[in-house]
């Protein structure tokens, strides 16, 4: 038992060291194949050949593909994801700089994604076959289907321009930027923190819309899996025996049935969360919201090899990490795993 | 009074390729006693069981002269009525602890819920009440069993958890569904014997579902056996060897004996009439 | 009697496919009339019908020619001379989105013809082989999976310049992993099969197993797969065409109208409106065929 786990151990070890190899591959692949000359992106088209020449040499360019490719992997092993041509600053700081934003936007929506999927999918599986299971199953489509790019777009016409219910883009309103400190980089903590209730209702306005739109696939996501994890539980014979012994739908259908997809769900909602960050690509640029996502698309528009690379890099360790959480967690919460 | 009187009892399922009619005109009257129902898969045994608590699939049509648990009428009650007669009065043990047991609670709390669902007591009472009968069914160290999960426990132990879950709240009625038949065989004895001393001792009645004539001969009172959806003969356990019908008499020779060397046990013939016609007493 | 019974055990249905070989036909036939019965997945096969219609229709259909600028009438509100108003240079919205369901077929196409075979492919010989061969693709495959598509897509358009060819050479790197996860998993359940077993017994080889007998067996599956995933490819084409790395204009692609429109869309909401709902519509019909097909050809699935 305790060999077969470690053993278990060692090989997610050795796939995740993998899978990371194959993301520092990938990400010199892409690099090396972007139609930008990386020397003139470092020194400007008004520099003259000699300089050319020297920073070609400097960035090891004149040497055979493999050497640069180990370069490569060195560099970023130990950290030096280099300067974004964009900002002038290290790559590593910008991420972590723009990274908040993200974050509190991505948790806002998540919490919107389980909050609504969660009941929604429960409540198709106890209906199953009937009217409001086959609702269910359009809304989830119809959230599978939608563009969130474009939800975000009618939203901003519908409750920004037309009903001004929402703020406009941005975090918060100019008024208060800079008007309190900044403790943790989400605005609604840091305003509340500050004790400004003003400015803190300003950030709730400027997050609801984008946070409840990036929250919307995530609750077709969600409430499809707890739809069919409930329903597999619902068909076990526990649940008769919770029926025999006189206990409500209710019981039966939270203190048992429920129970039970918990540790699934937890798992659920951590590979949502890494949904939620690509969908924030898209949802930051119509929202001008200044994350990561909008950072990344930045870079990519203007061809800053660096900085791509680096975010394509990150994005695809957040990946590893949430799915090694989602195993994590599993292996944490369920008791027949202890 | 009965405590249990079911007259023409008929149950049918709608699936996909039409209606399949699983019970035919079922009658019976349950005392006081050990009742066995008996019958091969599909016989429509353990579907008897199940519509008396009505936890048949929702496409399932149950309809009776009379289902009446002591003075109440069953087919009429609701869905609140009827949870107040599961595990209170009548409740059942089913085949397989391996699944019948919630994975993700212990089992101690399994058991006392079975008696807080019915009774305004406070979690430590409950507990007690657990432990008291974790004891009653043989577990000897009950409060570390009280804290185990369904997984850690052994499927004899699973069984003897389950029995003291559906004996908790004392109900009248118990329905064992095939109790023994997922177990070793080396426990299942010591099943037998702990659901028939509980039984006895807290006086309720049982109705045991089995496909084991040999089984239920030793321990029941009365047998009924059913053959495709109907009751083929109804008879006294001591006197089943006395059995009227082809398909009874079939069923008691087909058993192997080890007292008696046979060269080839029968093969069982069937009779296309047994569909059809109804059983007399 | 009893014994042609047992013959006829579902669990035997596989090896008696090929007497039901003539009768193929038949079966899709009646699958497809199942299909049409469920509500759902019938409006499904009717959108993608009339996005086909659009497609080979188009000049027909279309009121107006999609690229003819008319600096008279630009963003006009809709109205019975222009059914979805017009754009920025006096286009007509609806003309265009007509002629776009040809990009997004286009799209949609050649994506699925490049990722099919290569998921199965990739799948089968995974699945079937095992060994070394089943661990170095399916590490490939994590990767893959590991960075969320559309970023992955996002940064090999960035590498290989924008435009709607390379919009669908990303699209497709990005999509054919999980098509050659199902593919591997389905082989898993086939490869021990008697039906597969008698075939090597026969002395078929391997590739002719791969290809006559565990690609077929696949492939209901696959098409359930494929039709979600069509959805999905709709999307992220969109989505490449609004960040500006998909079709360029003035080529008539939703993504990319709606990513004009926006400079426009608080004063003038059609811009966005109308091609973002043709979006919609078409990748949820494919998401309610799939649906319909899955509940129809893979019913392991629930």
């Known amino acids: 038992m305790t060999r077969s786990r470690y053993s278990g151990v060692v090989r997610k070890i050795g796939v995740i060291f993998i899978t990371l190899f194959g993301l520092l591959t990938m990400t010199f692949v892409i690099g090396r194949l972007m139609p930008i000359d990386p020397v ?66 991505a948790s806002i929506a998540i919490m919107v994604g389980v909050g609504l999927g969660v009941p929604l999918g429960v409540y198709a599986a106890t209906h199953r076959g009937r009217l409001g299971d086959h609702l269910t199953r359009v809304i989830t489509l119809f959230g599978y289907s939608t563009p969130v790019f474009w939800v975000g777009m009618v939203g901003l016409i519908i409750f920004y321009a037309w009903l001004n219910w929402a703020g406009a883009a941005g975090r918060i309103g100019f008024a208060y930027d800079g008007m309190f400190t900044s403790y943790t980089g989400f605005y609604l903590v840091d305003t509340l923190l500050s004790g400004n209730l003003e400015a803190f209702f300003s950030a709730l306005r400027h997050i609801a819309l984008p946070a409840l739109i990036l929250g919307l696939n995530s609750v077709s996501f969600i409430g499809r899996m707890t739809r069919s994890f409930m329903l597999e ?62 950072y990344l698309t930045d870079s990519l528009l203007m061809g800053d090899m660096n900085a791509v690379m680096a975010s394509v890099l990150f994005i695809g360790l957040v990946f590893v990490f949430l799915n090694l959480l989602s195993d994590v967690l599993y292996k944490l919460f369920d008791p027949r795993t202890q | 009074m009965d405590v249990l009187a079911i007259e023409n009892l008929n149950v049918t399922f709608r699936t996909d390729e039409g209606i399949k009619h699983a019970v035919r005109d079922v009658s019976f009257t349950l005392n006081n006693e050990k009742l066995a129902i008996v019958g091969e898969s599909g016989s429509g045994k353990s579907t008897v069981g199940k519509a008396i608590l009505r936890l048949n699939p929702p496409s399932t049509l149950v309809t009776a002269d009379a289902l009446r648990f002591g003075e109440t009428d069953l087919l009429a009650c609701n869905e609140k009525a009827i949870r107040a007669i599961r595990g209170q009065h009548i409740s059942m043990i089913m085949q397989d602890p391996k699944f019948s047991l919630n994975p993700v609670m212990t089992v101690g709390e399994q058991i006392a819920e079975a008696l807080s669902v ?147 046990l029968p093969v069982m013939t069937r009779d296309q009439n047994w569909l059809t016609q109804d059983y007399t007493p | ?97 007509v002629y776009g369901s040809r990009v997004t077929l286009y799209i949609i196409f050649l994506v699925t013809i490049i990722v099919g075979p290569i998921g199965l492919l990739i799948g089968t010989m995974s699945g079937y082989f095992g060994g070394w061969v089943d661990s170095v693709f399916m590490r490939i495959t994590d990767i893959f999976i590991s960075f969320p598509s559309l970023v992955l897509a996002l940064a090999f358009v960035a ?107 608080l004063e003038s909401w059609w811009l966005v409106a109308f091609p973002g709902a043709a979006i919609m519509l078409v990748s949820l019909a494919f998401n309610l065929l799939g649906d319909g097909l899955r509940d129809l050809l893979d019913p392991r699935t629930e």
């Not at chain 3, 390379?166 to 790197?173: C, G, K, R, W």
């Open chain 1, 233 to 294: 539980q619902l068909s076990q014979e526990y649940i008769k025996t919770a029926r025999v012994k006189g206990l409500s739908e209710r019981s039966v259908i939270w203190k048992h049935a429920f129970k039970n997809i918990r540790v699934q769900l937890l798992t659920i909602v951590a590979l949502a969360y890494g949904g939620l960050l690509e969908g924030a690509v898209l949802i930051e640029t119509v929202f001008a919201w200044p994350g990561f996502g909008q």
């Open chain 1, 40 to 105: 003139l992106a470092v020194i400007g088209p008004d520099a003259d050949s000699s300089t050319y020449q020297q920073v070609f040499e400097q960035m090891g360019l004149d040497r055979p593909i493999w050497v640069q490719y180990f370069y490569y992997l060195q560099a970023m092993l130990s950290g030096d994801f280099g300067r974004a041509i964009l900002t002038g600053s290290p790559v590593v700081d910008d991420i972590l700089r723009v990274l908040p934003a993200t974050i509190e936007l």
């Open chain 3, 1 to 97: 009697m009893k014994s042609t019974e047992t013959l006829k055990n579902p669990g035997y249905a596989l090896g008696a496919r090929s007497e039901a070989q003539p009768s193929r036909m038949t079966f899709w036939i009646k699958s497809f009339k199942k299909l049409c019965k469920n509500p759902l997945s019938a409006s499904g096969v009717v959108i993608v019908a009339l996005l086909l219609v659009c497609a080979i229709a188009a000049p027909l259909i279309a009121t107006h020619n999609p690229l003819e600028q008319d600096l008279g009438r630009i963003l006009a509100s809709p109205s019975l001379a222009h059914w979805f108003g017009t754009d920025e240079y006096g286009r007509d919205i609806f003309s265009r989105i």
């Open chain 2, 118 to 264: 019915h009774r305004r007591i406070s979690k430590r009472e409950a507990r007690l009440a657990a432990l008291e009968m974790l004891k009653e069914v043989s577990i000897a160290d009950p409060e570390h069993v009280y804290g185990q999960y369904p997984h850690e426990i052994s499927g004899g132990m699973g069984q003897r958890i389950m029995i003291a879950m559906m004996v908790i709240p004392e109900p009248d009625i118990i329905i064992a569904d095939e109790p023994t038949s997922a177990l070793d065989v080396s426990v299942q004895q010591d099943v037998l014997n702990i659901l028939t001393r509980l039984i006895e001792k807290k006086n309720i009645s049982l109705i045991f579902i089995s496909h084991d004539l040999n089984l239920v001969k030793k321990f029941c009172d009365h047998v009924l056996v059913m053959y495709g959806g109907r009751v083929v003969e109804s008879i006294r356990a001591d006197a089943l060897s006395n059995a009227s019908h082809p398909y009874t008499r079939g069923l008691m020779e087909s058993l192997p004996s080890l007292r008696h060397r046979r060269d080839v």
């Open chain 3, 159 to 265: 590498a290989l310049g924008p435009g709607l060819e390379h919009a669908v050479i990303a699209i497709a790197i990005t999509s054919w992993p999980p098509v050659a996860r199902l593919a591997r998993a389905e082989t898993l359940t086939f490869r021990n099969s008697d039906y597969v077993v008698a075939a090597q017994l026969q002395g078929a080889s391997s590739f002719r197993i791969l290809f006559h007998y565990i690609s077929l067996m696949c492939l209901p599956s696959l098409i359930v797969r494929l039709t979600m995933n069509m959805a999905t490819v709709i999307l992220t084409a969109a989505a490449l065409g609004f960040l500006g790395l998909g079709a360029q204009p003035p080529l008539p692609e939703w993504g990319a109208m709606i990513s004009t429109g926006r400079s426009y869309m």
